[in-house]
């Protein structure tokens, strides 16, 4: 059982990792606004198109950055959603019968 708990850790380490090169973003107005975040949910950049950011008032940036962040984020919470039931289901998958125990 205890060898059980170690490999889940280093298999969560290696979702981990992987979701750190892997990058996702979220756009605003048509993609003036780019947000790039890794699949952890960090912000990596932000990146504002210089026309628009130069027509672009204060509250107009500041709640479409809103947008894009978390459109970011959203995608970056679906993709680590879907790494983490991958590495859910492989571990049941190691229990052999014992999935069946309490019936169907």
Excluded: P
């Excluded at 060898?3 to 290696?14: N, P, T, Y």
């Excluded at 979701?19 to 990146?47: C, M, R, Y």
């Excluded at 809103?66 to 680590?80: D, F, H």
């Amino acid at each position: 059982m205890f060898d059980k708990l170690i490999e889940a850790q280093q298999k969560a380490g290696e979702v981990k990792k992987r979701l750190d090169g892997i990058t996702v973003s979220g756009t605003a107005e048509g993609g003036k606004i780019t947000v790039t975040a890794n699949g952890n949910k960090v912000i990596q950049s932000i990146s504002i198109d210089e026309d628009f950011y130069k027509d672009a008032d204060k509250e107009e940036l500041e709640e479409l950055l809103v947008v894009a962040v978390n459109k970011a984020i959203t995608q970056a919470e679906n993709l680590s959603q879907s790494e983490m039931a991958a590495l859910s289901q492989q571990m049941l998958g190691g229990l052999g019968g014992l999935g069946n125990l309490f019936g169907k």
